[in-house]
């Protein structure tokens, strides 16, 4: 079992910048890959990033690429999203998500391979 905590959401001006954690506890951090996703308002959850549990692999859907960074440091059981010059289309509650894997380079980038979810977080970008 793995329980996640995010953090870090908040209410931020377009072009502004965001660092969100996420706090893993239970099942051994490092042997897990981590991921981000979002959920907007009427819209389904969707992929933002995602790390394979080496951190060696990243993943970024399109509209983020340039913009957001995944990163993790496994002596901290966390994994991070720092995310850049954001858009107010960004606007969403932000989940991160974890799985157990043998594969130390592969980052899984779709909601069916990630069995742990956290509670959420809210971001709110202004224009």
């Known amino acids: 079992q793995v329980q996640l905590a995010e953090s870090g959401g908040g209410l931020v001006q377009a072009g502004g910048s965001l660092l969100l954690s996420c706090v893993a506890s239970?099942?051994?951090?490092?042997?897990?890959?981590m991921g981000w996703f979002r959920q907007a308002p009427g819209k389904e959850r969707e992929i933002v990033a995602a790390?394979?549990?080496?951190?060696?692999?990243?993943y970024y859907a399109d509209s983020v690429k340039g913009r957001f960074t995944i990163s993790r440091d496994n002596a901290k059981n966390t994994a991070y999203l720092q995310m850049n010059s954001l858009k107010p289309e960004d606007t969403a509650v932000y989940y991160c998500?974890?799985?157990?894997?043998?594969?130390?380079?592969?980052?899984?980038?779709?909601?069916?391979?990630?069995?742990?979810w956290g509670p959420g977080t809210q971001v709110t970008v202004s224009s």
């Open positions: 790390i394979s549990r080496s951190e060696t692999s990243t």
């Open positions: 239970g099942r051994t951090f490092s042997m897990c890959a």
């Open positions: 998500a974890s799985r157990w894997t043998t594969d130390y380079n592969k980052p899984y980038n779709t909601r069916t391979e990630y069995p742990y």
